[in-house]
């Protein structure tokens, strides 16, 4: 962005934010907004605690395998649902209709299924992710150019040599993107799962800061929360680019 | 010394007009309703550049993949050296309309992917590769990916891959016609080059009447829905004269009028 000339950093628009809120907070208009810096300061205290700490253990834990399970369940669902018409036929409705459904209302049936605790959580991050991982997985293989397809047959590449040699590869950035979705929706559900069973991680934490009036250490931990959701996404784009960049001819 | 080493000093297959490279015996082709190709009777001979001609619909390219083993028939037999086929094999190359060229290789890996396919080792498919890679002119542009080239250049990639695998057909589907005008007359230059130098048997699909008298040795020209041969043309042309000459030739001009008559009735 340029203004009047001078090259304006993409974060600057942040700092415009941040500062207009430090306005507000020093105002003392309501006790939800505290002062910016007083929120930064204890969020650097924050980090120190060892409370902090145990819940970022866990919440990362819990993020981790859901994610996990969610990317070697969702990439495989939908590669088969891409290449078969009789997985897509029977999976397809379900998938499209989980993709857009409200899951955070499914959390509290997860509590009763899954008990009170990590699992729940586990399972919460799964389900927010894996749908659209599945989607995009099975768009990418089916978006594979014919002409790809019939010149790796004429050149003698058949089923698995054809499946990891041209399919694979060619699906690859459309993977890519629907595993960047699916972490930032992994972020959602690892909160909303937090919240809801309200005695692990940061949801104990955010349970705690909000009925305490902590404002400061609940801004902290958003924030907190922000940057690593970003920082995610980021680093999953930064893989997209490369990829795109050689998939650039299609 | 035996007698039996003197035949080896022979061509392996005498090259003339009646050694059929590639036999096509009353294929037909419906898809659903639609008839696509009724009863076609082919033989291509080895050495020579044929085309397959014909208005938009008439089945050329159907054709032109049945050959390649891409598309089944419903009936009927395609031979290649005189063994009946049913899918795609390494005596046939394809050439394809758009390229299909792999978006994350380099150019040296796409023109080395049909003898990767086969197992050649990486030395030897370096080896083969770099030489056509400069056969087609495209030295210096082995590491770049098939988005850094211009359409010319991707299907001089298409082209070098599909000499690569030293095939005895190759198979070109309408190869210039996603290449701009000023490429396309180079392209066709440089293909009379390459048929010259490379002694192969070439099956040409393309829905332009100039370029088919400008390449061809013989012209098959097919009739649209249900698609049938309406006409075989062997132009008489001398094609040791400078391109501008060829295309100056009476010969040349008296061919595309010929065709064109014979196509003008379809197009009303």
Redesign the interface.
Known sequence: MNIFGYRIPMMASLLVWAVLWEIVGRLDLIFLIPPMTSIIETGVHLVQTSSWQKASIITLRSFGIGMSLAIGVGVPLGILMGRFKAVDNIMGLWVNMFVSAPLSALVPVLMILFGLGETTVVVTVFLFAVWIIVLDARAGVMQV?T??L????????NGW?LFT??IL??A?PEILAGIRIGLIRGVKGVVIGQILVSIIGYGELFELFSRSFEMESFWALTLILFVVAMLLSAFVETFEKR?E?????? | MQLSAIPAVQPSAPVTSNDPVVQVRSICKTYGDIEALRNIDLEFSRGKLTTLLGPSGCGKTTLL?II???VPANSGEIRVNGRAVT??G?E???V??????????TVMRNVA??LE??GVNAAERKRVATRYIEEVGLAGFEEK???ELSGGM?QRVGIA?AFA?NADVLLLDEPFSAVDEQNRRKFQEDLLRLVDLEKKTFIFVTHSIEEAVYVSDRIVLLSPRPGRISQVIDPKIDRSASPDDIRRDPGYLDTVEEIWDGLRHYVD
Do not use: C, N, T
């Not at chain 2, 394809?96 to 994350?104: S, Y």
């Open positions: 150019p002409s790809l019939e010149m790796g047959r004429s050149y003698g590449a040599v040699k041209i590869l060619s690859l990829i960049y050689y998939a650039g001819a299609r | 993949k390649a083993g891409l899918g795609p390494p046939r190359a394809f394809f309309q758009d390229f299909a060229l792999m978006p994350w290789a992917f049909g396919l086969r990916y098939p988005h991707r891959r695998v």
